[in-house]
């Protein structure tokens, strides 16, 4: 199974931007697409956006115009872009292998913590 890490998250005031890597142990040329979820605390975990294999990308609505993903297919690496963030962006943060094949197929990060004060 593909391995995933994620690079730190860290503590940031709102307002200000983040970004956070997730590189794989092998090629992501030829992938279905990956994605980042995250899980607020004391809450489920929710899909935040997606880049396709094609390189199209995907994103909850309140993200839409603040996140961007983009990969470095030369590193194995992708990325969560994260502009004017939020409080209420806090969460655990989690980048996933869509195999396109079923969730037994697909890999899933360590996670990382993004903590965002007012």
């Known amino acids: 199974q593909v391995q995933l890490v994620e690079s730190v998250g860290g503590l940031v005031q709102a307002g200000t931007s983040l970004t956070l890597s997730c590189e794989a142990s092998r090629s992501i040329v030829n992938i279905n697409a990956m994605a980042w979820y995250r899980q607020p605390p004391g809450k489920e975990r929710e899909w935040v956006g997606t880049?396709?294999?094609?390189?199209?990308?995907y994103f909850r609505d309140s993200v839409k115009g603040r996140f961007t993903i983009s990969k470095d297919n030369a590193k194995n690496t992708i990325y969560l872009h994260m502009n004017n963030l939020k409080p209420e962006d806090t969460a655990i943060y989690y980048c996933?292998?869509?195999?396109?094949?079923?969730?037994?197929?697909?890999?899933w990060g360590q996670g990382t913590q993004v903590t965002v004060s007012s």
């Open positions: 880049i396709t294999g094609a390189g199209t990308t």
């Open positions: 996933k292998l869509d195999s396109g094949l079923g969730e037994r197929y697909d890999s």
